[in-house]
């Protein structure tokens, strides 16, 4: 007991790190979205956009 | 006898001729095709893709309705959602069970819609066909928009190398009628019904 007393401080330091630790982890693992699928979920729809915009100048009687 | 000969050679010729008027499409699957799921719960949104999509089509593009046929194939391992933890749950056998059922399938049985594939222009009909997902199969109708666009060299750039089709459907599917049960604890966090998006290219086969 004396001796929880003289380290509080401390002891809640390392529950607070811990804390911040679990939070992290289950933050990457369950939440954060792969920046690298990300990226590639992004490009693969700007290619079929470009595919689609170059197809509709089939169907525009004015385009060149 | 003379008659019938003719009328029977004449009748081949024009069922002949009717067949010839079909052009097989393959779905292009280095990533001009894709096909998604939205699920949209009460808190959270998850979106899962995968351009591991395959198949064919057959079609007559002066009589694209009454003509229509074929599959798309999709690669249920494959679907992403940007969490490996996610995706590992998604192909579990709780969800998709990909390594029971590795292929969800779409064939395409009839087409309620009118007018003629040309080229460029956008048609729109009601696709009747059959869904099957993890080895359930339900008989759907899907709204679809359909183009039949000729070759270009700039489709080049795209890996696109004929004439081909863009297909593109959204509907939903109550993920329950497939087998998937969603457990309580997920119930706000996984959508019972779901939205399905085909965003596919088909391109002619030589």
Known sequence: MEWLKKNAKWLVLVLLLLGVLVGVTIYYKMFRRDPVWVEQQRNEKKKLDDLDRLLDKQGDPNAK | MFVRIVTVVVA???????HAAELKFNVHSFGMSRVSFTSD????TIVGTTSKVSGSLTIDPKKPATTVKGQIVVDAATFRTGIDMRDAHLRSAKFLDAKTHPKA???IEKVVGRGALVPGKKLKGTVHGT???KGVSKT??????????????ELKNFKVFGDLLRIKASFPIKVADYGVKVPSV???????????????TAVQAK
Request: no cysteine; proline share 4%; glycine share 6%.
């Open chain 2, 12 to 18: 081949l010729l024009v069922s002949a001729g009717g």
């Open chain 2, 41 to 44: 719960a009460m808190l959270e």
């Open chain 2, 105 to 107: 399938t779409f064939s």
């Open chain 2, 131 to 133: 869904l099957t997902i």
């Open chain 2, 140 to 153: 759907i109708k899907v709204p679809i928009v359909v183009a039949f666009y000729k070759w270009t060299p």
């Open chain 2, 186 to 200: 997920l119930g706000k966090k996984v959508a019972q019904s779901v939205m399905i998006n085909l965003n596919i």
